[in-house]
């Protein structure tokens, strides 16, 4: 680091964001420079309007996100090392590897910017394990009371080679549910960091990249679907299977992996694990003659608790199979846990 950043550097790191910031001038450079292109590094060319971007080979395909989500830090993560991971996520479940980001930063005037420093430095450490690059961006600072510290917008751009077509309408009647770990743990984990309910624990939330686990089913020949369970969890995955089909879902719970922690966390506030948001877990949807290969890549790509928890029916709704019986999963109206991602 040249003398001149070190300098800048350490004197950002005193301060909080100012609406002067936000005013296209010396200090809205400085925070770019100090901040997002001294960890994004030299993808990031912060001299242009717009980025190049290098030919590909395959086909493209792109998605765009934003995310709030409170407090700004997490055990597990930060909403800088989410925003990244949600948006390769969502391009991983298509098929893609994950290749440009695009980050939008909305912060919040006060917020110090020591903490805007290590939420960058997460997305950056979070794109790099992607194996993506944030190559645009842009910053606007809102006046204190208009915002939550800090939202981010994020769009990715990912390629996808010859791979399967996936997409609900390749699900069949007979086929399996699969998921690459315990669900709910993202939820669960910022309710507790919020600490408005006088719960403590060492709950972290599954915030991580799907790229690796992705790229492995796809290998496997009989997959059908894959989705990331994020607002609404699993059970709004299922309701988006029988309403992209006509198809019901039976999950089993004695099969759906949920973490000791985040099942305590659910029955003393009275949350069902099934909505609970995951941002690092993926559901797949495979023939029957692939559930056990498929279950086998999830676990030999570092998803220990990867397991087949459901199955694709005639019927036309979601039940959950229980040691009772069989109970009806009603799709998720209200938003029990705002803020959440």
Avoid: W
Wanted: net charge negative; proline share 4%.
């Amino acid at each position: 680091m040249d003398n001149d950043l070190h300098k800048l550097r350490h004197e950002l790191l005193q301060q909080t964001v100012s609406l002067a910031h936000g005013n296209g001038g010396r200090l809205t450079r400085d925070l770019v420079e100090g901040i997002f292109a001294f960890h994004f590094g030299d993808d990031l060319n912060t001299t242009v309007d717009a980025a190049p971007l290098s030919p590909v080979n395959g086909e493209l395909v792109m998605t765009t996100d934003g995310f709030i989500v409170e407090p700004l830090e997490f055990p597990g993560g930060s909403i800088g090392s989410l925003a990244v991971n949600g948006t390769a996520n969502d391009l991983a479940v298509m098929g893609a590897r994950p290749l440009y980001l695009t980050l939008n930063a909305f912060i919040e005037e006060g917020l110090e910017i020591r903490l805007l420093d290590r939420l960058v430095a997460d997305a950056a450490r979070a794109a790099h394990a992607a194996g993506a690059a944030i190559v645009a961006g842009d910053t606007k600072v809102l006046r204190q009371g208009e915002g939550s510290g800090l939202y981010l917008g994020m769009a990715g751009v990912g390629v996808r080679g010859r791979t399967p077509k996936l997409g609900l309408e390749h699900i069949r009647v007979g086929d399996r549910l699969l998921v690459s770990g315990t669900i709910g743990d993202h939820g669960a984990a910022v309710l507790l960091a919020r600490q408005e309910f006088g719960l403590t624990g060492n709950l972290r939330s599954d915030c991580g990249c799907l790229v690796g686990v992705a790229m492995a089913l796809i290998d496997v020949p009989g997959l059908r679907f894959m989705r990331d369970p994020t607002r609404g969890g699993l059970a709004t995955v299922a309701h988006d299977i029988l309403r992209g089909t006509g198809c019901g879902v039976r999950l089993d719970e004695q099969n759906i992996p949920v973490s000791e922690a985040a099942k305590g966390v659910c029955e003393i506030l009275g949350f069902d694990p099934l909505i609970l948001p995951s941002e690092g877990r993926l559901v797949a949807v495979v023939a029957p003659a692939a559930a056990e290969r498929s279950l086998a890549a999830m676990q030999q790509h570092g998803c220990p608790d990867a397991a087949i928890v459901g199955s694709i029916t005639t019927e036309s709704y979601v039940t959950l199979r229980t040691e009772l019986g069989e109970r009806l999963i009603e799709e998720l109206e209200h938003d029990p846990l705002p803020r959440i991602c």
